[in-house]
Every structure is written in structure tokens, then in C-alpha cells.
């Protein structure tokens, strides 16, 4: 199985602020395609996930451009440009590249 | 507008059964992959299965393999989840999402599920 592992676990920012999330993989993401099959999701508090960014860098219809994904291979990063308040919650990378897709641990964002 | 409306959640005693359905709506339903995602309390994501588009094919998490079973019925616009030899450990919120591009890009609401005696 392909380990996905998250950093930091716990994000405390002030609004305004830059964030930064790293996600490593065990194995290569990149697909035949030329894509990289990386996945951010928000889930915010009492709600279902939502899609952010997918293949690793495309913003999710929607999604604020606040917010960056970037990487290839095994490392990549979620940024967000300008914390608001409304960006608080739990922040997953996930690969699907190969089944079983596999989640990292989830990275908190706070306000401090 | 999607719409993934999901039902089927409840209580159940271990070594029980239970099937989720998952209608969907605003969208061309038999196109995209459909699955599972489930959260333990107080845990993170888990995925639990996948169905390719006609159903011909389904894939699973090494914790419900031989005892989950997806499906999809595209004239219904539903999919399923039948849920055999349940554990406490399968206790979780189970979301119904849809995949493009190898994303989940919509998700239901959740249907909690617990085992419990």
C-alpha cells in the first residue's frame, strides 16, 4: 500500500498569514497519463470533505485562488496564500493512483 | 446541481447487516466512477470501495474485503453499499462520492453507522 504521510499534524495561523502543508508518498504518484494522481481535501468542521486540488496542482471548480497545490513523485505542498477564518479545519492529501487509495493523517488548521 | 442523497444508516449488532444507498442527481450518473468514504469518530478518511461506471468492476479497502459489497443500479441513478459481517470497528460516518479525474469531487452527507450490541 502506498503510505501517505502529512506535516505538520497541527497548523496554528493568524489571519492574513501564509499556510503551508507538506505531503510525502512511499511511491511515486505519477501516472501513465503524465499526471500526478495527488488530491487535497478541506473538511471542515461538522461538514463533508471537499475537493481542493486535484493532479496535484489543478484548483477544484469553486475553490479560491487563495489556495496552490504543487509537487511531483513523492513531495508535494498545499499552500494557502492568505489564511481566513473560514479556511479552519482538517486538510487530507490523498493518492489514487493505485487502490487501496490511502489518505495521510489529516493536518488541523487553526486560527490562533 | 449534483446531489448525492444517501440513506440506509443506523444501528446494527456485530455480525449483523446493513446497505446504504446513495440516489444521485444533476449529473449524468452512469459517466463517473462512483465509492465510499468512511470516518471513524474522531478519526480520518478511509476509503472504503469503488465501482467502475457499467459496474462491471469493483474494488476494495483490505478492512472490508469479502464482507462489503458495492454496487450500482445506473437506471436508478443509485448506488450501494452492502454491508455483511459487520464489526465495532466498522463503526464510521460513510460517505457516497463521485469520482472525476481520479478525484472525489462531490460528496454526500454521511450516513452513520454503528455496531454495537
Known amino acids: 500500500d502506498i503510505v501517505m504521510t502529512q506535516s505538520p499534524l497541527s497548523l496554528p495561523v493568524t489571519p492574513g498569514e501564509p499556510a503551508s502543508i507538506s505531503c510525502r508518498s512511499s511511491?511515486?504518484?505519477?501516472?501513465?497519463?503524465?499526471?500526478?494522481?495527488l488530491d487535497w481535501y478541506l473538511q471542515k468542521p461538522g461538514q463533508s470533505p471537499q475537493l481542493l486540488i486535484y493532479f496535484g496542482s489543478n484548483r477544484a471548480s469553486g475553490v479560491p485562488d487563495r489556495f496552490s497545490g504543487s509537487g511531483s513523485g513523492t513531495d508535494f505542498t498545499l499552500k494557502i496564500s492568505r489564511v481566513e477564518a473560514e479556511d479552519v479545519g482538517m486538510y487530507y492529501c490523498?493518492?489514487?493512483?493505485?487502490?487501496?487509495?490511502?489518505f495521510g493523517q489529516g493536518t488541523r488548521l487553526d486560527i490562533k | 446541481e449534483v446531489q448525492l442523497v444517501q440513506s440506509g444508516g443506523g444501528l446494527v449488532q456485530p455480525g449483523g447487516s446493513l446497505r446504504l444507498s446513495c440516489a444521485a442527481s444533476?449529473?449524468?450518473?452512469?459517466?463517473?466512477?462512483m465509492g465510499w468514504v468512511r470516518q471513524a469518530p474522531g478519526k480520518g478518511l478511509e476509503w472504503v470501495a469503488s465501482i467502475k461506471q457499467d459496474g462491471s468492476e469493483g474494488y476494495y479497502g483490505d478492512s472490508v474485503k469479502g464482507r462489503f459489497t458495492i454496487s450500482r443500479d445506473n437506471a436508478k441513478n443509485s448506488l450501494y453499499l452492502q454491508m455483511n459481517s459487520l464489526r465495532a470497528e466498522d463503526t464510521a460516518v460513510y460517505y457516497c462520492?463521485?469520482?472525476?479525474?481520479?478525484?472525489?469531487?462531490?460528496w454526500g452527507p454521511g450516513n452513520l453507522v454503528t455496531v454495537s450490541s
Open positions: 511511491q511515486s504518484l505519477m501516472h501513465s497519463n503524465g499526471y500526478n494522481l
Open positions: 490523498m493518492q489514487a493512483l493505485q487502490t487501496p487509495v490511502t
Open positions: 444533476g449529473f449524468t450518473f452512469s459517466n463517473n466512477w
Open positions: 462520492v463521485r469520482s472525476s479525474n481520479w478525484a472525489f469531487n462531490y
